[in-house]
Every structure is written in structure tokens, then in C-alpha cells.
């Protein structure tokens, strides 16, 4: 490794040696940190660091160990503007995007201890934002922090990065800018929105959460009396109207039935590992139940509740809302239904009944599932992709292979392949998945797609492979014409030239999952 | 067998001999019956026909077939002027109280067809009696006839006679009695107050229904649209007030799910046939649950359904509502519990959750369980005892045996004994038996007993042996500390000289059982 001991001229003569010789990037990544460019780049460690630790109280971000697609991507922006800022965007200039690559994975790399701030977080901002951080605030359409950031802020792919180890300052400096508009290289605007959803003391709280985090993000608990401060029970729906609000978090009593409840909560949000052994895929139930189960109009779990026992047409039978969540742990987590009776239904039935509490017995509830969209004179796959690729790929990724937090957790749930709900799911019906996006997609900004562009980027989603339907009756035809004999099941016809089902990876779970 | 040829005084010496020799019963019986007595009695068959068949038109009941007791009684009846008839009265003085079994007996035995009545009844008095007959109107107390006269009117023991074969002139007659006071010994003065909750139109309509049944008492079905012109689904409370009213069975929907519905009814009120493998006693669940699961203050299941899941410390555990019922099968029915999503199950629950449409999810409705009662100073056993004896033995037998009907209904359940709820039962509990009997007993007659009897007559019943605990311990002191630590129950006690649960039956489904 190289050490700053050369004079300016032979520094840029050896990384022009070295340019040349292709081993630049991992050399040049650093000398540009600790020593910056011949073209007049300032050494990053000015500013941010002798190891990228940033300097809290300056207000100078963090950058070691940001995911380095992220940090490249930030050069860019300051590069060309669409983030502006008077010290970066010069310095970025002077980078080729080969140096911006390589600064970025030096970057990337280094995992120095925290910079202490000087200003440490009160406790009482911290807590508030805790409850925003997690839980957002979906009566104003806010999604957690977390939601794309990652349970704890760890960060996600290149797009969203690690809040952890940032200085409250710099967090809600950016939160500012993205609110004022003077920041806009935010993918498909999402900053923009959440930004301006916060008020000023909402964008200090959140900020003094990050900021006390550590580096690995564990999470603090939403404790009860904090969650009723900002009343975060309020559920109003995109769209419809929505009659029922269920009681808030701090009403869960702290006895034996309330552990009951919090321990619903916990499989409904963090499925893969409360519900282990019943999950064959990467999703958690609250990926479809948005707000943990609470939003209307995203089939939250008090409708829900309140109408079963109830007939089903899917198989023919009165099913009580245990066998209907069987079906879910069945098709849409493309698992294994836990038997009746087994503590995950029972914690996850408790769950719904405190939801529910003072919902009337029997009726169906506006907000219930999804509000209904008129179907449309042509269903368009080609369209679809468009829109999938304008305003999804971001989080579930390019395939719907979805995401996963730097430190493991699935944030964005894949959305069709051998991870994602199989041909059995609810989902799986392009109405179903259109009045979903519809209401709810991209996640905080329902409504914003046009009906035709829901319908299109369903048709697209639902015309992909899946994992095989667990009541494959033989034949794609059999199998068709028992469970999918409908003109909104994709199952066993021709989409982009595959014949869906026939080579659908087998459902249920895999030895190799988990 | 003597036949019609002798002179009187010659019948009257054989009689004599008859007499002497001890062989008098079955002779006199039919002699009296066919012929008269010496002492001025006409003979039977001049009015009530000579095979006992009755004159449905002129309004003399039919004898054939009645409980040998019953018509003994009502022979002492007419003879002491309790039971007043210008007829009967006369002639019943000149019996002998031997004389009176013997007849009574005789015409016990006979089984001719039913006398044709030259005024059928109409269609329309018919429906409206069925629902009276099978249900009553709990909204004013009233129960079903066949409540106690057993399903169909077959007749339940000596004090409830056969109801089926009696014509509606007779049927009417009596009610009209009953009601005006003029006829006064039924037991403990059940059929004075049922009658007086008659109206004339309603007396015509269950007598029409009685007259329009074979003699062998088939249950004509409650009709939705029967049902809800009489509004059988107001079920006030005898005490408290409840603020819910379950829907009418006209509601339930004719489809899979009303199916289930109906299902799940037949299950609550006929356990014994619809749950045969998991019934180990002679109860009913509509036996603790009055009014089929409707009435207030009597565990309407409307209030039960809303509130689960809950923690009960029974269990140390959050309970479903399904788990609910499984102890219910458990303890109560001294049984098996229905495997968790066995069809057993789902029916009740989905019974349940019809009648509580529209109530509040996971509120305490009032009406819920029973009426609280304020603990005595002192519980009086001997007092209990000759409460029973007043007031609980003609139905529940003197030694709580129950009675079931002549055609094999259990009527009657059984309140202690082989037969009856097991030591794990909530019933076991002095205080949850004598809140219920306040509140609910005698059938339809809830609230006439004083707060002392009711907590006298729980102690008295809760201080008899029952089937053993199914969670036996090792030990009545083991047993007792872990399961009946209150000084509520009984079990492990000395009562009447004998150490409670030392000789209990044992629990569960025998295989002598059913």
C-alpha cells in the first residue's frame, strides 16, 4: 500500500504508472481519499476523515462502509448537478468516473469506529423518532425509514443508503435539502415525498434516532408510550374511505395477552424468523398488510378478522380466519400452513382480534383488501415492463429478485421466481395485484400510478414464473382448469414467448431454503 | 283376561277376590277403565274411548300411551280438587289410591293410532306453534314446550306429560286453565306461568302444532321465515341488561356458509348425536347456554365469540376461541376435545360468529356469562338441599339424575353423578353455579329464587360426587392445590360425611358410555 510520503508530482506520475499497469482502481481509491487528484481534487480525508469516519459536528457525512454503488452514484450527482452542493460538485468534476468508482469502493471498505459527537441525541427526540424510523406514519402515507433503509438503517443496495453512523446533523441537513428541493437525484423521487411529509422537529427526531444507532443498527423497541405519542394507529387509506381505526400500539396491555398480541406483531413483521419453519420464500406478511396490518385498503388484518368464519370459493368450504391464514403461510409464503392451533396462528389470530377491538362482528368494513379498479378494455405486458422498470425496479431490483439490508434482512420482497409467493397466492391474480399497486405502490405514494399503468405493470408482474402451484394437478392444464380458470390467472398461457407453470420452480419449502 | 259378561255384582265380588288374593292391579285397570267401578265410576272408555284413543272434537284427551305416573297423578289431582273437573272429580274420588295406578296403568300401556280430529289444523297456527313449541320466546322468558315435555312432545317421566295425540281443543283447553288459574298442580307452577305468558292466538298455535304431530313426535323444522315473524332473536335478559341482540335465524343465509350455521346450532343443542366421539355425559351445550346461545346472563355465545382470543388463568395460556371450546368439551361434557379445525368446531365457531353479527369486537358486552352475585356470609348445605328438593328435583330428578324423554332425549341434564360436568368444569364452581341458577333457574323462571337459595343450591349441588377431574394429579391434595385453590370448589372437601373426588367417577368418554 501506498503511503503519503511522496511528493504531489510523483504521486500523480505512480498512479498514472499505475493507470496504466489496470491495477489503478484499488491504489487510486485511496491516494484520492488521503491525498486527491492531480486535477485538483481535494483529499476526501479533509473533510471526511482519515478513515472515512466524517466529522459529526461539521456536518460531514460518513462515508466508510456506505455501499459503494451508492457512493459512486453520489459522485455522479454531484458531478452533474442534479445534487448540488458548491464544495463536492467541483471536486466531483475532477473524478473520472473510473476515480469515482474507485474512491467509492475505498470507501466501502473501511469500518473505523464511530465519530463521537459532541451533541449527543436527547433522549426524547430519539424516542419519537424511533416510532417514525420503524413505523412511519401512515396516516399521512409516511413509510418507516427502515422500510427502505433497512430494519435499523443499515442500508439497502446502492439506492438506499446506511443511515447508521451518520451525525444527526448531516441527516437532517439532507432531509432539508431533499425537502426544499435543493437535493433531487432521488430515485423515482421517493426522498422528495418522505422529506416532505416530516415536519421540522419530525426530521430532528429521526435524525437523533440514526444518530444514536450503532454502527450495526440494532433497533431499538418501539415501546408503547412513545407509539401513542405520535399517535401512528391512524390509518387512513390512499384511497377510499375508511371507517375503522384500530386501537393504537400503546393499548397493548402488558400482561400475558399482550405478549400474546406483541408477539403477533413480531411473526406478522418479521415472518422469515418467528415463522421459520413455515416460510418458503423471502416474504414477511406485513410486505403485503402495509403498516403492519393497519392501513386500509392494504388488507389490513381488522377487516379481515371481523368476516371470518367465512365461505371460500378457493376451496369450496366455511373457513375460519385460522385456515385462512393458513392459506396464506400456504401460497403467498409459498410455505407450510402451521397445523391448527399451533402458537404462530394463535399469536398471529391474537394480533388481529387487538386490531379488530371494537370492529363489529360479521360486517364488512370499508377499507377492507383493496378498493376495486374497473378493468380495463387491454391488458399491456409490454407497457408494464415500462412501468415496472420506471417505478419498481428501485426496490425489488431489475428481476423482482428483490432486497436485502447490508446486514440480511429482506426489506424489498421479490416479486415473482423461486423466492417471491407461488401460482397458489392471492396475488397471483392480476385484479388482486392491480387494486394492490394501485392503493399502495410505490410504498408510500399510492394513487400515484394511473389505473392503466396498475393494471399493465400486474399484467407484467403476474406473467412471470413462480414457484409451482402446491395443488399442481398433474397437468398445467388440469391445474388450470381447477385453480386458475380464469382469464386473470396467467397460469398455463403464453406471456413473452414461456409458457408459465410449466417450468416453475417446485413450491413448498426447498432442503436448500433457510 | 276378564272380559264384559258378568253382572255387577258378580264383577264386584270377583274384584273383591281378586283383591284378597293380591292379583287386583292389572285386572281393575282395564275392568275400570272398560267398565266402571262399584262405587258409582263410569267407565273410562265412555269418554276417552275404548282404547284410550280420546275424542279429539269433544275434547277428551287421549290416555293411551301417557306416563302411568303422570295419569296417577292426575287422578289424585281431581280427586283432592288441585287439578278442578265437574267430570273427573267425582269419579276419581270413588278410586282407591290402588285403583288409581292400577287404571293409570293400564292405559299407560295401550298404543292405538291417533283419533282422527274432523278440524285439522291449519298450515299457518302449525309454523308459528313449531317455533313456540321448539324454542319458545326467550324475549319474554318463555321456554320451549318441548324444554321440558321433551323434543316432539313425546312426554318427559310422571310430571310432563305426552303432548303428541292430544288434540288442540284439549291441548288449548288446558293452557286456557293453566293460565286462568283454574287448573293448579303443575310442579312447582311451571305451566301457570308459561301459560300466562301465552296469548290466546299463541295458545291456539302450539296446540294446533302438538295435534298436527305424529304420535311418535317428529320435530317439524323451525323454518327461517317461521322464525322471524315471532322474533325469537330478542332475548332480554331475566336480570341485568344486555344492550345486543343477536340476528334472527331468519338471517341465516341459505348457502354453504348458512349451512355451516345450521350446522353448528344442531351441534350446540343436540351434542349428544351431532359430537357423539366427543361427549362423555348426558349434557347438551344448550343446557348452560340457554335459548341455543342466545339468551343474555345465561353465556350467550354472542358475548363469548367477541371476546376471545383471551388469557385465562385456567390455563396460564392466551386461548382462542376454539381452545375455549375444546374445554368445554373437556370439562363440561366430560369428554374429548374436538381436534383443533375439526368440523365439530368450525360449526360452533361459525354458529357463534353469526349470532354475535354487529357486536364489538373484543368489548365486554353486557349479558356476558352471569350476573354477578355478592358473596354470603354463609353457604348452607342442608338449606341447599331442601332448595333442590322444592325446586330442582321435578326436572333434574332427586338425585340429579336427569330424565330424558320417552323417545330418548336427554331433557333434563344431569347435575351430578357419572353422567353429569366433571370436577374440571366451570359449572364446579359454586359461584359461577349460583349466579347461573339465579339468573336462569327454573327454566324460564330466572330471578324467583333469593340470592341465599341460589348460593345454598350451588353449594348443595357442587358438594356431590361427579366424574374425576381429567387433570387428576396424582392426589386430591395435589389436584386441589393445582386446580381448585379456591375456596369456591369443593373438590378434595368433605361434604355430607364424604371426601369430594375420593370416589369420583372417572372422566371422559367410557367405553361403556354411549
Redesign the interface.
Known amino acids: 500500500m501506498m503511503r503519503g510520503h511522496l511528493p504531489g508530482a510523483a504521486l500523480a506520475a505512480a498512479v498514472l504508472i499505475l493507470n496504466l499497469c489496470g491495477l489503478a482502481h484499488a491504489a487510486s481509491g485511496e491516494d484520492i481519499a488521503l491525498k486527491g487528484n492531480a486535477q485538483g481534487a481535494t483529499p476526501c480525508s479533509d473533510c471526511h476523515g482519515g478513515h472515512g469516519e466524517g466529522q459529526p459536528d461539521a456536518g460531514f457525512p460518513r462515508l466508510a462502509g456506505l455501499n459503494a454503488g451508492y457512493i459512486a452514484h453520489q459522485l455522479a450527482s454531484f458531478a452533474d448537478g442534479t445534487r448540488p452542493n458548491d464544495i463536492m460538485g467541483p471536486i466531483a468534476k475532477t473524478l473520472s468516473a473510473a476515480e469515482q468508482q474507485a474512491v467509492a469502493s475505498y470507501f466501502a471498505g473501511l469500518n473505523p469506529p464511530l465519530a463521537a459527537a459532541t451533541t449527543p441525541a436527547a433522549p426524547d427526540p430519539v424516542a419519537a423518532g424511533a416510532v417514525l424510523a420503524q413505523r412511519g406514519d401512515w396516516s399521512k402515507g409516511l413509510p418507516g425509514c427502515g422500510q427502505c433503509h433497512g430494519p435499523g438503517g443499515t442500508g439497502v443496495g446502492s439506492r438506499f443508503p446506511r443511515l447508521t453512523g451518520q451525525s444527526a446533523a448531516y441527516i437532517a441537513s439532507q432531509l432539508l435539502s431533499w425537502k426544499k428541493g435543493a437535493r433531487h437525484d432521488d430515485p423515482i423521487g421517493l426522498m422528495k415525498s418522505v422529506a416532505t411529509k416530516l415536519d421540522d422537529n419530525e426530521i430532528k427526531a429521526v435524525a437523533a434516532y440514526y444518530a444514536s444507532l450503532p454502527l450495526a443498527g440494532s433497533t431499538a423497541p418501539v415501546t408503547a408510550p412513545v407509539a401513542s405519542t405520535t399517535s401512528p394507529a391512524a390509518t387512513k387509506p390512499a384511497t377510499g374511505a375508511a371507517t375503522f381505526t384500530p386501537p393504537p400500539e400503546s393499548a397493548i396491555p402488558n400482561?400475558?395477552?399482550g405478549d400474546?398480541v406483541r408477539l403477533g406483531e413480531t411473526i406478522f413483521t418479521d415472518t422469515q424468523h418467528s415463522a421459520k419453519g413455515f416460510v418458503g420464500n423471502n416474504l414477511q406478511c406485513a410486505n403485503c398488510h402495509i403498516d403492519r396490518g393497519r392501513l386500509a385498503n392494504a388488507s389490513p388484518l381488522w377487516a379481515a378478522?371481523?368476516v371470518?368464519?367465512?365461505?371460500r370459493a378457493k376451496n369450496?368450504?366455511?373457513n375460519?380466519f385460522?385456515?385462512r391464514m393458513q392459506g396464506c403461510f400456504r401460497f403467498s409464503m409459498n410455505g407450510k400452513a402451521p397445523?391448527?392451533?399451533d402458537k404462530v396462528l394463535?399469536a398471529l389470530?391474537?394480533y388481529a382480534?387487538?386490531l379488530?377491538?371494537?370492529?363489529?362482528?360479521?360486517?364488512n368494513l370499508p377499507g377492507r383488501g383493496y378498493p376495486k379498479l374497473k378493468k380495463p378494455a387491454k391488458l399491456d405486458y409490454a407497457h408494464g415492463q415500462e412501468v415496472y422498470a420506471a417505478h419498481c425496479a428501485v426496490c425489488h431490483g431489475t428481476e423482482a429478485q428483490g432486497q436485502s439490508s447490508a446486514r440480511g434482512d429482506v426489506v424489498f420482497p421479490p416479486l415473482w421466481g423461486a423466492k417471491s409467493f407461488n401460482w397458489g397466492a392471492g396475488m397471483g391474480s392480476i385484479t388482486n395485484a392491480a387494486e394492490f399497486v394501485k392503493a399502495n405502490m410505490p410504498l408510500g405514494e399510492g394513487g400515484s400510478l394511473s389505473d392503466q399503468d396498475a393494471w399493465d405493470v400486474a399484467t407484467y408482474i403476474d406473467s412471470q414464473e413462480r414457484p409451482q402451484d402446491p395443488r399442481f394437478a398433474g397437468s398445467l392444464a388440469e391445474t388450470r382448469k381447477k385453480y386458475h380458470n380464469s382469464a386473470m390467472s396467467m397460469y398455463g398461457r403464453v406471456a413473452n414467448g414461456v409458457l408459465l407453470g410449466e417450468k416453475s420452480p417446485p413450491s413448498g419449502i426447498l432442503p436448500q431454503a433457510h
Open positions: 400482561n400475558k395477552f400474546m378478522y371481523v371470518y368464519p367465512a365461505y369450496g368450504q366455511v375460519t385460522e385456515e397445523p391448527a392451533g394463535v389470530q391474537t382480534f387487538f379488530a377491538k371494537g370492529a363489529p362482528t360479521g360486517v
